[in-house]
Structure formats: structure tokens, C-alpha cells
């Protein structure tokens, strides 16, 4: 275990010191499990910063701490502390085979819309036009949501957008609001140039997605029984599912049969396979062990 200090001055840094816990780890299988703070900007550079350090050998997980919506603050404990505004990371290493996976269970609604002009986590600009009116406009959002941004923050968890990726959709979360430039700022970095689509799903297509990514980590196990797994979930999924909530657990137990499995609702999750990116909203990330 490793633990990268002062992530809200310097996630790119606390990010690189978190994934100290994975060098020496002398197995044939390695992975780093990222624990981070959910109320921090900019995850994704904590990513970059462990994948500095990593390199692409070694997949990168992991969530976001939340506060059951509070927006308060997140906390995490780690060697014998409590810590705010850190990352902390676990390298695990194993004689067996890790499989990974992660689906998001969302559906791409209506037009593709260009993202004309952002900076990081903020769109300014959808088809030229200020995002956040292109936003409320298309989804006919409730008028609440029009001047209050608690209201729209918990509109935006079961709307997400769509970000276009060459393996398939990135969801992103229009987590703040900035009523006085009339932008969305997201949870992780939005490219200009890029193609986003308003994303819809429910109970059924939430729940098949929990399934599908257990059925194709325990896939990536070659053929070895399951002994654990490790999941985050954001808590925009559990929002979909409300009182059906135990039945994703199901859907989990029996994609992995006998294995115990853990996990946490997140405010991000993290799942890097490939490239120095791997932030992802409104996703199921599941690590299963053999």
C-alpha cells in the first residue's frame, strides 16, 4: 500500500506515489487498485500519474470515494490513517490470473451533438451553441433544474452524455453547472471535436451490464476458478435501480457462482487496460481473482 498526499494541489503527483505499491511485486500477474478522492477535479490526471509510473504493463482500477451524495467531502483509510485529499493505491500481485472488465449499461439517444469548444471537464460550447441550454432543451429537463444545481446534479447521474471512443462509449456525468456561462462541467476531461450523444438506460440494461462485464472478467481467468472479486459501481447505476438494488447482487453471484465479491457505489470509476487514460462515469468495474 502506498499513499499519494495532497491530490486536490497535485493529482498528477499523488497519483505517481500511490503506484509505488506496484513496483516490486515479483508475480507474473500485477495489477494497481487506485483508491481516490471523490470530490477531487480532474481524476483522470491521477491516472496519468500512476500510469507514469506503471507503464502499460500493469492494468490500472479502482474508484472514487463518495459521501452518499452529500458533496461534503470523502474520506479513505489507509496504513493505520484517515486521509481526505489522497490516493491511495494497492499493488496486488498474484500467481494466477487477474480478469478485469468494465460496462456501463447505457444507450445512445437522439443526434450525435460536436463539442465545439472545452477546456478539460468543461463544455462551453454543443453545436456552437452554450452546452448547458443544449442539455436542459433536449432532455426537456425539469424546471428546477434550470436554476437550482443540486436538482440538475441529481438529473444529470440518470442523464448522462456519451463521449465516442474508438472501443465504444466513455460516459460522462454533468456533475456541476455553471448557470452564469451556461456550461457543463463533467467529472472527467471532454476533448474538443468530440461526438457525444445523451445516454439513457434502465433497470434491464443496467443489470445485463453488471452480468456482462463478471461473465467476461471470469472469461479473461483462461479457464481458473474465481476465488474473489472487487467492484465499484457508481452510484448513478444504483440511482436507476433504486428499490431493485438487490438485484444486481444477484445478477453478480451468479455470473461469478461460489466467489465472494465486495465492492463500493463510487463518484468515478477507474479501469485503464490500455493508453494513460481510464476514467469513467456511470460504469461497472469489476476485478476478479484466481
Known amino acids: 500500500v502506498s499513499v499519494g498526499a495532497h491530490a486536490s494541489a497535485d493529482q498528477r503527483g499523488a497519483g505517481a506515489a500511490a503506484a509505488a505499491s506496484v513496483l516490486g511485486l515479483a508475480r507474473p500477474n500485477r495489477v494497481l487498485l487506485l483508491l481516490t478522492p471523490g470530490l477531487v477535479a480532474h481524476q483522470e490526471e491521477i491516472v496519468r500519474g500512476a500510469y507514469s509510473l506503471t507503464g502499460a504493463t ?13 458533496l461534503s467531502g470523502t474520506w479513505q483509510l489507509a496504513e493505520g490513517a484517515v486521509h481526505r485529499a489522497a490516493v491511495v493505491g494497492i499493488g496486488i500481485g498474484s500467481d494466477g490470473p487477474i480478469g478485469l472488465s468494465m460496462q456501463h449499461g447505457w444507450r445512445k439517444v437522439g443526434e450525435p451533438m460536436t463539442v465545439t469548444t472545452s ?21 426537456e429537463a425539469p424546471a428546477a ?25 466513455d460516459i460522462r456525468v454533468p456533475g456541476e453547472v455553471d448557470y452564469e456561462r451556461r456550461s457543463l462541467i463533467c467529472t472527467a476531461e471532454v476533448p474538443p471535436g468530440a461526438l457525444v450523444w445523451l445516454m439513457e438506460g434502465d433497470e434491464v440494461s443496467v443489470l445485463e451490464s453488471a452480468a456482462r462485464a463478471c461473465e467476461e472478467a471470469r472469461e479473461r481467468l483462461d479457464g481458473a476458478a474465481p476465488i474473489g472479486a472487487v467492484i465499484f459501481d457508481c ?37 485503464r487496460a490500455r493508453g494513460s487514460s481510464g476514467v469513467h462515469n456511470e460504469t461497472f468495474v469489476v476485478m476478479v481473482l484466481a
Open 119 to 139: 477546456n478539460g471537464a468543461r463544455i462551453e460550447l454543443l453545436d456552437d451553441r452554450p452546452s448547458l441550454d443544449v442539455y436542459l432543451e433536449r432532455l
Open 145 to 169: 433544474t434550470y436554476a437550482d444545481a443540486e436538482a440538475l446534479n441529481r438529473f444529470a447521474l440518470v442523464h448522462p452524455l456519451g463521449l465516442e471512443r474508438v472501443s465504444g462509449e
Open 235 to 271: 452510484v448513478g447505476r444504483r440511482l436507476v435501480l433504486g428499490a431493485s438494488l438487490a438485484k444486481e447482487a444477484d445478477a453478480v453471484a451468479n455470473a461469478l457462482g461460489d466467489a465472494p465479491f465486495g465492492g463500493f457505489f463510487t463518484y468515478g470509476e477507474i479501469a
Open 58 to 70: 500493469v492494468p490500472i482500477i479502482g474508484g472514487a470515494a463518495g459521501d452518499s451524495l452529500t
